[in-house]
DNA sequence: AATATATACCTTGCAATGCAATATAGCAAA
DNA sequence: TTTGCTATATTGCATTGCAAGGTATATATT
């Protein structure tokens, strides 16, 4: 079992709640993620991602210019992605309480 | 984003530890699981992780008979499986601290 | 005996998604 | 020009959850 199978699915939630606090473009979000103690996150997981992300229409995308290489692309969140986050937050609560009642007999030994 | 998206990796260290703390066999595992709130497990998902885990020699199992019904296949964590365990505990906090910082709880679990 | 019900294990085929590897390109400084 | 950082995108693969379907045992009922 490795850790990357463990985020598989979390992570898009994750990625909903940092674009809500603030719009960023895919490799701004690579650096946040890691920042966040979230470890090897590659370009071949964030683009994909984002790029579904669009076309469920849970966010939208603008181009804009950089001073420091090529174009960026921004995400915002939309109507739809702010419910599917409000979605992702209840069965994440669930997961954690179910997860930490399994594991708590275990630790009682 | 479904939620069995979210298990992915997790189930995994959730049934070693139920495994650790005694010994079960298939049909039993899934109707614990259910029992600590994981929703819609199916035998499609428990035996072939089962399988998975004792070909990793995570598991090993023996047939004992049922008066109930056929015999049933009892799974007991190995050595192995302990070790994956513990990793998973660890794994599993840093999880959960990534992911509460990101949504911005504070965990105190 | 035949049928129904509950128990119990297994297989097939599919869908979802994380990610390494790879490709392409803009910009600035040496 | 070359180097290096920035930035987006694609391909192909591996993993794994799970619905659907199959097989088999034991007991109770008809």
Known sequence: MSSTQMLKGII???VLAII????????ELAEKLEAYG???FS???IYPMLMRMQREELVTATFK???????RKYY???QKGEE???QFIYRWKQL????NQVLRFESDD
Chains 1, 2 share one sequence.
């Not at 809500?20 to 490799?27: A, P, T």
């Open 84 to 86: 599917e986050l409000q």
């Open 38 to 40: 979230f470890e090897s």
């Open 43 to 45: 370009e071949g997981t």
């Open 65 to 71: 210019k950089s001073t420091a290489g090529p174009r």
């Open 20 to 27: 809500k606090d603030k719009e960023v473009y895919g490799y």
């Open 96 to 99: 954690q309480q179910s997860v």
């Open 12 to 14: 898009d939630g994750c």
């Open 76 to 78: 915002s969140l939309t």
